[in-house]
């Protein structure tokens, strides 16, 4: 799923054939059949074992943390692991959802939704006057921001990035305190 992501990433769903999946991972493209029914089954497994990934660390993150500012902080980090360590991911899930089966796009929808929730339900107990919709707003914001590197990443080393993504996350939302 890794090659086929970069290749995704690269040249899109429809300029990627199956034959330069395969050969990507030394096999021949319809050999993969045997693992996927298609080449959209293989896009679907990608973003929904993505999003279920995300989903159960979020949840992790935050059933280990001690209180909401710590689980927000391990919420922080561990989204921008996630985009600094898979910027193809990031690319294939924004430009190719549009090409997943219903069934599945509905199912992967469903994970982020409850993804977006584990953030609301920290930031909830961080800003208890905030309204979940503004909440909710101020995540996929974030969101956004640190999911922009495969635009971004690159020109400063890894470690200078994540805190500087970090402290960008942590101002965006503080702006929710000064809010009305």
Same mark, same amino acid.
């Given at each position: ?6 290749? !995704?990433?690269? +040249?899109? !769903? ?21 693992? !996927? ?51 193809? &991911? ?14 599945? %796009?509905?199912?992967? +929808? +469903? &994970? ?13 107990? #961080? ?6 919709? %503004? ?7 974030? !969101? ?19 805190? &500087? #993504? ?6 965006? &939302? ?7």
């Amino acid at each position: 799923m890794d090659a086929a992501a970069g290749l !995704f990433a690269a +040249r899109g !769903f429809h300029g990627t054939p199956i034959e330069e999946i395969g050969a990507a991972v030394g096999i021949s493209g319809p050999a993969l059949y045997r693992h !996927f029914p298609g080449k959209e089954a293989l896009l679907a497994e990608m973003l929904l074992d993505v999003s279920e990934r995300l989903r159960a660390a979020g949840d992790e993150r935050v059933t280990r943390a001690a209180g909401p500012q710590e689980a927000l902080d391990a919420l922080i980090r561990g989204q921008i692991d996630f985009a600094l360590d898979h910027p193809a &991911l990031i690319t294939v899930h924004d430009r190719e959802l549009g090409n997943v089966p219903e069934p599945s %796009r509905r199912q992967v +929808r +469903r &994970l982020q939704r409850l993804y977006v929730e584990e953030w609301v339900t920290v930031l909830a107990e #961080l800003y208890p006057g905030a309204p979940p919709p %503004r909440l909710r707003a101020a995540t996929h914001a974030v !969101f956004g921001l640190l999911n922009s590197t495969p635009h971004s990443a690159g020109e400063l080393p890894r470690e200078a990035m994540a805190v &500087l #993504l970090h402290g960008m996350a942590r101002a965006a &939302l503080a702006t929710m305190v000064n809010q009305d």
